[in-house]
């Protein structure tokens, strides 16, 4: 047993690493103990942002840790060093949505199918509103629409630190107008939206059959558009393809630049590989990173997946993976997955939460109906092979957007929430047993 706070410390951080290497970071090495008592265990980290992304990603990954080295009940605190924390003042007081450490230009791998968009967001975030304007984005699930977005932002904020930045996605500037307008308060959200210099969306398919919203939309974009602020949208398909949005608003869309993201070509994909295990301080060796390029095709969260399916195995050693061992982990994967089928899921899914497949299938919206729905959507897309349209059928017919909406959803939750975390945890267990 280790002897001193900062031992104590080391030995949590190697813990981690094994209990939650989706999240371990090599800048972990980084941080420090700042005090040790009365079961309080108080952790200093570089910047805010660093901070945030331990609180929302991994308390309960350290607070299980430094439960299991010291043995004894230990909660854990996240802070930063306010004074050495420049940029993170007060504009990014109205960011609307927390950045994510990892999401820069730096760490985005730029290839034949996202040169453009990379390009073009670099160009906007140095000077706004005089490049292109809008920017939208567009492509499939989990081609880095996101991690520029954020990039964006960030850039735009290193630049300017005055900046006014408003990130969000589609559904959160969904729900706060639904709740200006319930509370009162829309002369307050028109205030805040309409005068900033960036206005960034995330997922704007999500504006479809949202009327009010849209209407909303289209004002803010025409006042932030005469005003020459900088709009920059990101959604899954072109602006002319999502469905039910009126004319007048996709036109608006089309405006600027429209940049479409495509798969990751192979040799993107290795570059890719090799740039997230040196994020997360593993060894691979060129070879590995190839195996992995080579198994896992289109979506680029499930190459992430797939290391950290290949460092799990290999028990988190500093020491390079071997392609035996990437292989193993990686063939296991494949020959379990190949088996289960939309029902399986569905079955354990009800199980668990005790609901009937029917009202899965049905049209209720109810929270206690809907979460479950969503997170059958998401296993399903990360367990079988079958592609959105088919399981959009098994679950009473939805469209493939709503099951990539939910999809997106479910995997942020997966992150930030550690009920969710846990639960999916629980059920894919309980699925590939
Ligand atoms: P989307 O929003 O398009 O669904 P995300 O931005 O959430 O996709 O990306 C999914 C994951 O893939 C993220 O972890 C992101 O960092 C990573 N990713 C996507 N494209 C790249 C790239 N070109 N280089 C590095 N990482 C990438
Ligand atoms: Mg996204």
Redesign the pocket.
């Known amino acids: 047993m280790a002897q001193n706070t900062s031992e104590i410390f080391e030995a949590i951080i190697e813990r981690v690493k094994l209990l939650d290497p989706a999240n371990s970071r090599k800048w972990f090495d980084s941080l420090a103990a700042k005090s040790f008592n009365g079961g309080l265990l108080e952790i200093t980290c570089p910047d805010k942002e660093s901070a945030d992304f331990l609180s929302d990603h991994c308390s309960g990954s350290f607070t299980r840790a430094a439960q299991q080295v010291t043995g004894h009940l230990v909660s854990v605190k996240f802070s930063s060093d306010v004074k050495a924390d420049k940029g993170q003042t007060a504009p990014m007081s109205g960011m609307g949505h927390k950045l994510h450490p990892?999401?820069t230009f730096d760490?985005?791998?730029?290839?034949p199918g996202?040169r453009l968009a990379h390009a073009s967001c670099v160009a906007v975030s140095n000077s706004l509103g005089r490049t292109y304007n809008p920017l939208f984005i567009y492509?499939?699930?989990?081609?880095?629409?996101?991690?520029?977005l954020h990039a964006i932002c960030r850039e735009a904020r290193n630049n300017c630190a005055n900046a006014r930045i408003q990130f969000l996605s589609c559904e959160e500037f969904v729900n706060r107008f639904i709740s200006a307008i319930e509370t009162g308060s829309l002369a307050e959200f028109k205030a805040l939206y309409r005068t900033v210099h960036l206005l960034v969306i995330?997922d704007v398919q999500f504006l479809r059959e949202r009327e009010h919203s849209q209407e909303e939309f289209f004002h803010t974009f025409n006042a932030l558009y005469d005003n020459r602020s900088q709009i920059v949208l990101?959604a899954d398909s072109p602006p002319g393809q999502i469905p039910s949005l009126p004319e007048r608003l996709t036109s608006r869309f089309k405006c600027g630049l429209v940049a479409r993201?495509d798969s990751?070509t192979y040799e993107?994909r290795v570059a890719?590989v090799q740039?997230?295990a040196r994020l997360r301080g593993m060894n691979i060796s060129d070879e590995v990173a190839e195996h992995i390029a080579g198994m896992v095709k289109t979506n680029?969260?499930e190459?992430?997946g797939a290391l950290t399916t290949v460092y799990a195995l290999a028990g988190g050693t500093e020491e390079e993976i071997s392609l035996d061992i990437a292989k193993q982990a990686l063939g296991n994967r494949e020959s379990v997955n190949r088996n289960i089928t939309i029902t399986d899921i569905i079955k354990v899914v009800t199980a668990y939460y005790d609901v009937r497949p029917a009202d899965l299938q049905s049209k209720k919206r109810s929270q206690s109906i809907a979460m479950p729905r969503q997170i059958c959507m998401y296993l399903a897309r990360n367990l079988t092979s079958h592609s959105l349209e088919e399981i959009g059928g098994h679950l009473g017919g939805r469209d493939h957007t709503t099951v990539m909406h939910a999809c997106?959803k479910i995997n942020d939750l997966e992150k930030t929430n550690n009920k969710i975390h846990s639960q999916l945890e629980e059920l894919t267990k309980r699925i590939v047993r």
């Open positions: 990892d999401y760490n985005f791998v730029v290839g996202n492509g499939s699930v989990g081609l880095g629409k996101t991690h520029l995330d990101s993201i990751p993107t890719i740039k997230k680029i969260r190459l992430e997106s």
